[in-house]
């Protein structure tokens, strides 16, 4: 069994695609790793409301922890010069008005760019929606990171959705444990292969077809 | 002009068949101390509407510290994008909201956080609603108008006039002015706008003048009703410390960083 990339390098080459002075938002899960990748100068926002905050806190450091300081997510994060609080219909403006990249978990991506995130119980009662339908919808760039594969080995990047959908044709990039993926008005373009995988071993990992690029390339971190 | 009032004396405006709206994202923000007055209170069949309903870790509920999950037997519908914390130990499980749903005792409606909080600014505002293209080919478009406009497509999100706001301020000046700290602001000045009647927890009264004129996020005309934490409560700035300890201790002993790990899923 070849080695997938770790959660770890996963969000470092995933935080490469922002530049300093992109607003971004890290969604919950994998995304919030990128947290210690961003680039000096890029600027994080929290769609609970706060935009421009520090690093966040680490578990044993309890001194550095303010109540009132949390991200989304939960987590603790410090404050910086700059940053700003803003109540949550501000913070949705600021999501839908096409200003934030936005890095979210998946469950699914299509071919199309269709996305699906949110999970739902046994019972179809409880969608865990939060606020990633408007993240999706109102992303400048949306930029999907999960793993390739399920846990019982099926594709995440499918032909058609069969999970339920969050928003369709949101999806720009799709960053997994095996590739960097576009994807374009003609279909999914593979741009890069995890070190020690070609192009065929991830076609075969993959549901729905993938057009290798001309300049396809070795993942760098 | 706002009262000041005591929790009890606040919650007599709260009747049975209420709408209900508050601010949860965890501890920070949510008014916690006003949740438990209302369980005191002891209505019945109301709505909540709120962004998030996520139960405490354990050990929390021992020291008298409350999450909205304690208003379930009091409720006949949920207004909601965000269920519970996926994994994290809680006394009501997801099993128990599936069963409440099941058995037609609970009624949820699931609502992206963005469309939550402008159909709460539309029923601030006196509006008849908003388009929201947010939800579009989703569960959540389920019985609503569609329309396109302007090529682009929309989904009718009726709006939201809870008839009690219970918010969480940091602080409050005797005219009801309002000034949050961090981002523990979340929903609660929009609560507070949209709400008929407005019942505000805060750390600390202060009389007018106090607070800078260019600080106050909330105005006073949007507040009715003013309750100042005890300093012997576990909810007071006061305790504060104990509390950020215990919070520590917990994610300590769980090996993780965050009190709501997965809010907006995404990893299974």
């Known amino acids: 069994m070849k080695d997938r990339l770790t959660e770890e390098l996963l969000a470092m080459r995933a935080a490469q695609e922002i530049r300093p002075g992109d607003y971004c938002n890290l969604g919950i899960g994998l995304p919030q790793l990128c947290a210690s990748h961003v680039p000096a100068g890029a600027i994080v926002q929290s769609e609970n409301g706060a935009l421009g905050y520090g690093p966040l806190v680490g578990p044993d450091d309890v001194e550095k922890m303010d109540l009132d300081f949390i991200d989304a997510g939960g987590s603790f994060f410090t404050p910086a010069p700059g940053m700003a609080f803003f109540d949550m219909s501000t913070s949705f403006t600021m999501i839908r008005s096409g200003r934030l990249m936005s890095f979210l978990g998946g469950l699914q991506v299509s071919e199309k760019g269709d996305l699906a995130i949110h999970s739902l119980s046994d019972t179809d009662e409880f969608p865990q929606i939060g606020g990633s339908m408007d993240l999706a919808w109102g992303a400048k760039r949306l930029v999907i990171l999960m793993t390739h594969n399920t846990s019982d080995g099926k594709s995440k990047v499918v032909k058609e959705l069969t999970l339920p959908v969050s928003a369709r044709k949101c999806v720009d990039l799709i960053i997994t444990d095996l590739a960097v993926i576009e994807v374009t008005s003609g279909g999914l373009a593979l741009m890069e292969c995890t070190p020690g995988w070609t192009s065929e071993e991830i076609q075969e990992q993959t549901e729905a077809p993938l057009k290798v690029a001309d300049d396809v390339k070795e993942m760098e971190f | ?268």
């Open chain 2, 1 to 268: 002009m706002s009262e000041i009032c005591t929790a009890d004396e606040a919650m007599a405006r709260v009747h049975d068949g209420d709408m209900i709206a508050a601010h949860n994202w965890g501890i920070s923000g949510s008014p916690g101390y006003l949740f438990r007055a209302l369980v005191e209170r002891g209505v019945k069949d109301l709505t909540l509407c709120i962004p998030n309903l996520i139960p405490l870790p354990e050990g929390f509920v021992e020291r008298g510290l409350t999450d909205p999950t304690i208003l379930i037997p009091q409720l006949k519908k949920i207004i909601s994008p965000f269920f519970g914390a996926r994994g994290i130990m809680s006394r009501f499980s997801e099993a128990f909201f599936d069963t409440l749903a099941k058995e037609g005792r609970l009624e949820i409606e699931a609502s992206a956080h963005g469309s939550l909080m402008e159909r709460l600014h539309a029923g601030a505002m006196g509006l008849g609603g908003v388009y929201s293209p947010v939800g579009v080919d989703t569960i959540v478009e389920e019985g609503k108008e569609k329309r396109t406009i302007d090529g682009v497509d929309y989904i009718f999100e009726r709006p939201l006039r809870p008839d009690v706001g219970l918010v969480k301020a940091d602080k409050a000046d005797t005219l009801g002015n309002l000034v949050y700290r961090g981002s523990a602001r979340g929903a609660n000045p929009v609560i507070a706008m949209a709400s008929k009647y407005t019942i505000v927890e805060v750390f600390d009264v202060v009389e007018p003048g106090v607070l800078e004129p260019e600080m106050i996020v909330t105005p006073g005309v949007f507040v009715d009703c003013v309750v100042r934490i005890p300093d012997e409560d576990v909810y007071s700035e006061k305790r504060r410390p104990e509390l950020m300890q215990l919070l520590a201790e917990v994610m300590l002993a769980r090996g993780v960083q965050s009190e709501a790990a997965d809010i907006e899923g995404g990893e299974e």
